[in-house]
């Protein structure tokens, strides 16, 4: 059987904006924008420098239904590009491209196969006349697909290497929507030698017999853990009808990271200041050549927590460090920094006091201690939040905070105050 | 200085109280601070003013109206808590009788001594330490128990206004402000960490439209999301907008084919139009070409150049006259020539004379020689005039002064000299006579000097009469002094010496001497002078003589000298002339071996050669104009012959023209082949153009039926027509391109378009704030309900504490008409009072009196919890008792009595009645202090 070698990438997320992330400078805000489709272009690019015999996208390649024409446009002058050198593109579309959203491609370029949402299609790759692989593919028609499509796939009888390509949530992954969820076991009883799986956007690799692999997206798109650290796609070496080696390759542009400072033992700004600018520093080495999108977290107990309980003090720290980078290149933005600090207050002493501080501390404490009764003042407090045009927007935030940490920040909020000048 | 005395016993601390049951815990607070005393710097009307002696318990200060007592108050509290800002409507008690704004208050905890400074100029106040160390604001504020202005004024440092103010409030505004004011933190105020969460709430969330930070972020996030709807419409919109391009295209390409063919066909019509004279011309020049003999083109050729040669040979012709007229001329100008040359000149005779051999510049060396002989004879003889004429001269001066030498010649100077001589002798031997006859002769040396000088000048002159230099003058000049000199010497002498031989012999010797002199033998003074007169004339006529004679000496010289010079300038004058005859007889020679007339001189020999000159060039101009004149007629010849030969091959007779005939002619002939000409041009041009517009065979031959029959009124009306049509198609086709070219535009900006991605990244942006405003919205709202809640709990619980204590004071002060202060279940914010009948009374229904003794419960209630809780702090008022009834008073003064157990408790009077009930009610401990 012949070797070579093809590309698996999912989750292009084409021309869709970075999630989560607050006004940026202008350069970074263009450089965000940008950032999808340069990570496609890159993909085109590793696909051609590595030789590849074709590139397979498992779904979401665009964001939404309401995917803009650039994307499309610029798919389609990539997936040509990939043509004119001879190399194919298998694609099958998942729960964010569905097939019947619509489309600004009239006509796909040449060496382009778009599979279907009927049944299962399966494509033959033949290398220099040799039949070297058989590329099994299902679109998802619609969005709302929660039928295990794996069921559908069989290897069949053709000779060679045996690859599909399905956008599934293997084992019902929780953290991610339930769309043609399958379990590993579906797989394996397809008998396939490698599944090009999308939709999870961590890197993953499910299982090696037979190879279950998730790529990953292929950029970025939120402070999310998931969508941090470095994204690209997956290089597969075949020889002799079987993987010989499995290589990840970033191709992403902009790279979202976390930092984290412990402000125990900073005594002052300037001592909290240089700290920072050395972990995002240390970011900048390890992340080296791409603009990055860091997301800073002070914690720990010190004095710094009070100067960062002053009006806008965690803003102006946050503006100050932003200047610091201002003009870089490759850019770094902070994206934010979270104050996580506590107080240095001995909150058992304060219990023991016996004064307001004590009895607000024994008010927090039991509705730590009953969560049906924090549920319901929280909702009570929560009210302004639900009327009017507020409430179909805070309705729709995803980051809310669990009952507990909210809790947990008030708490340290209103201690901060009543004590202030204590420290 | 003024300085505050105490008045009373003064005993430290309060005594208890007479009768009933403790009003109060009787538990010593935790903490207890109280005041020592303070100083006035400079407050107010008060200058350097210490208060002392001031009793842990209860204290009274006593003072007359205007003593100060409420700028004591405000003193304590300014001093204790800061200064107003002077932006505050609060007084500020600036120091009118000196003094430095501020001052110190001694403070007590126990054993430990602080001293507080405050200044209104200093930034902040020092605090001063048991062991005189500065003490920070936190130790300030732990010794007030963290109670601010407000508190301490509402509840520890009143005066009776603000305790009548309470009346003016609403009697939950009552309740609230000493509850609220009451109720801390170990650090700020709740209520105020309260309100200030809630500024920050507002500032994030104000109602659904308020201007907030939420309520801003979700007006933007509609506007991005309807922005978003428009955007992605759009681009959901592609495929229309492809279709719609194609179909612009289609109708535009629909208009332009229907445009182009209305445009062909209006540009037959144009065609047929322009065509159509142009074709009808050319039929008519088919018809005189017919009418027209052919010429030969050779023949047609020869005629154009000749006719092209017309000009030319009229040119030439006029150019043969003028030469012509020009060789009559140079005939002339040789005939006149030939005259100025002289007879005997003929034009073969110049055209024989050599021209290199006859240069002018020969004639002039001549002219130049000739000139240079003649001046040298002229010369020559000028010199040799000259000389004569000088010659002459000098023998014409000798002559004249030998003429003039006397003959004979006067005597010689020497014999004259010898008479003179003997005359002086003879005058000195008259004097010596005389002087023998008359004695007392005078001096003579004068004299002898006066001669001697005399001589001296005789010698002078007569040298420079010897010269010759001085002429005949000088002589005269030395004759004269040297008869004054013998004269002078003679007197002299004949005065100064007397004669040696006697009066005899003197006379001998004057007769011997005036015989020698041809003088009488006693000659008389006038014959002496009168011969003196006359030698002295012989002396000079012999002077004059001398000179002169040597004058006609020197003149014999010079004319030998002139006459050599004469002969010598004749000997030249006689070279010059034979020079110049032997050069004239060269140029005679030079002359006559060239045939020039031997007449000419030099001048004239120049003049000959010009008219030669002339004459030769005149005899050439004229050969040539002839031989131009004769090449011109034969071309004019020439030109008639040919003229007439192709004349007759055009079938035009010419024979027997003239030249201006046959010009006219070959004319004529050219003028018809060009006609011919014309005509077949016109012919071809206008088959060519019809070929041109219409190439097709078939078109072609449809047009020349349509020129031959069609109307061309009828084509411009059908022109108008077209025009019209083709204009309207222009409009739609113009419309169509425009609306192609926004379909285009359009799928182009949907294809560049990053609308989308923008808005939804705007969108993205706007939720993450939003995420973190309603997040920071939650904490807050958290974090005030928590504090909110605690107030809550805490005044609910503390409450009855402080109620429970105010009660028993009241009903101890009002002597058991009320029994409690009770707080209604109903309602949170509201008191109630219980009287002794068990009923119940709102505030509202106590009189003043009442109402105030109430409100100093409260305080009273409220103080003793505060102290519980935090710091036991002085409970200073200023003159409440006042609309007390002296029960109550008495009442009221028991139960302060019974509160300084635990409190300091300071009493500002001006009524002496006022520090006696007290005194009496802490039997006599409570200190009395007069201000």
Known sequence: MIDFCFVHAADLHLDTPFEGVAKAAPEVGDALREASLEALDRLVALTLDEGAAFLVLAGDIYDGAERGVRAQLRLRRALERLGEHGVRTFIAHGNHDPLTGWSAIGAWPEGVHVFGSRWVESVAVEIGGEMAATVHGVSYARRETSENLALRFARGEAPGFHIGVLHANVGSDPEHAAYAPCSLADLRAARLDYWALGHIHRRHEVSRDPWVMYPGDTQGRSPKPAESGAKGALVVEVAGAAVREVRFVPTDTVRFVHGEVDVGGLDDLAALRAALLETADALRAEHAGRGLLVRLRLRGRGPAHAVLRGPRAVDDLLDDLRDEWRGATPFLWLESLRDETLSPLDLDEVRRRGDFSAELLALADGLRADGERRTALLRELDEPLHRGRAARWVAELEGAESELAVLRRAEARALDLLEQGQA | MTGAREAGGSRGGAGRAAGGAPVFDTSAPARVVRLEGWWVDGFGALRDFEVGGLAPGLTVLLGANEAGKSTHLTFLRYLLFGFPKRTTALPQYDPVAGGRHGGRVTLLEGEERYELWRYRDDKVARLIGPGGDEAGEHVLASLLGHADAGLFRSVFAFGLSELQSFATLTEEGVRQHIFSAGVVGAGRSA??????????????????????????????????????????????????????????????????????????????LVALGELWRRWHEARAAEVELEAQPAVAAETLTTLRALAEGLGVRRERLQRRDEIRRAAEQAGRAVSTTLDELGPGWAEAQVRAVDPSIVGRDDVRRWQRRLSACAEADAEARRAETAAAQRTAELESEHEQRASRLPEPPPAPLAEVEAREDLLVRLREVRAAECAAAAPGAGSRRPLLGAAAAAAALAVV??????????????????????????????????????????????????????????????????????????????????????????????????????????????????EAAAQLAEVHEEWRRFKSERGFPATLSTEGTVEWLAALDRCREALERRAEASAQAAQLEDEAREWEATARDALAAAGREAAHLEAAGLEQAVTEACAAADRRAELERRVLEAEQELRARFPAADDAARVRHDLAVGDPEVWVAGLHEADARIAELEREQEQAIREHENARRRREELERSADVARLQAELEGLRAELDDAVARYRELRLAQALIDRTL????????????????????????????????????????????????????????????????????????????????????????????????????????????AVGSQVVVFTCHPETAATLLEASMGEAAVVEL
């Open chain 2, 792 to 899: 809550r709990e805490f005044m609910r619980t503390r409450q009855p504490a402080v109620l429970a204590a105010a009660g028993a004071a009241f009903g101890r002060v009002t002597a058991g008409r009320y029994t409690a202060v009770l707080q209604p279940e109903e309602s949170e914010d509201d008191l109630r009072v219980l009287g002794a009948d068990g009923i119940a009374k709102t505030l509202a229904t106590l009189s003043r009196g009442t109402a105030e003794q109430l409100y100093l419960c409260l305080r009273l209630g409220l103080a003793r919890e505060f102290a519980a809780q935090s710091v036991a702090l002085p409970f200073v008022m200023d003159d409440c008792l006042v609309d007390f009834d002296p029960e109550r008073a008495a009442a009221m003064a028991a139960v302060l009595v019974e509160f």
């Open chain 2, 461 to 574: 002159f007569t040298l420079v009469g010897a010269t010759g230099t001085g002429g005949v003058g000088m002589w005269l000049a030395a004759a004269l002094a040297v008869a004054v000199a013998v004269a002078l010497a003679g007197v002299a002498w004949g005065r100064a010496r007397p004669f040696a031989g006697g009066p005899g012999a003197a006379r001998e010797r004057s007769e011997d001497l005036a015989r020698r002199l041809g003088l009488p033998s006693a000659p008389s003074a006038t014959d002496l002078d009168a011969l003196e007169v006359r030698l002295r004339a012989e002396r000079t006529a012999r002077i004059e003589y001398e000179g002169l004679r040597r004058r006609v000496e020197d003149d014999d010289v010079a004319l030998g000298r002139a006459q050599t010079a004469l002969d010598q300038r004749r000997a030249e004058r006689a």
């Open chain 2, 191 to 268: 209520r105020e960490v309260s309100r200030q969460i809630g500024k920050q709430l507002d500032e994030l969330l104000k109602g659904t439209r308020g201007k907030a930070l939420i309520n801003d972020l979700l007006r933007d996030l509609e506007l991005r999301r309807a922005e978003l709807a428009a955007a992605v419409g759009e681009a959901a919109a592609y495929g229309e907008r492809v279709a719609e391009e194609r179909r612009a295209l289609e109708v535009a390409e629909e208009l332009r084919r229907r445009s182009a063919d209305e445009r062909l066909a209006r540009a037959r």
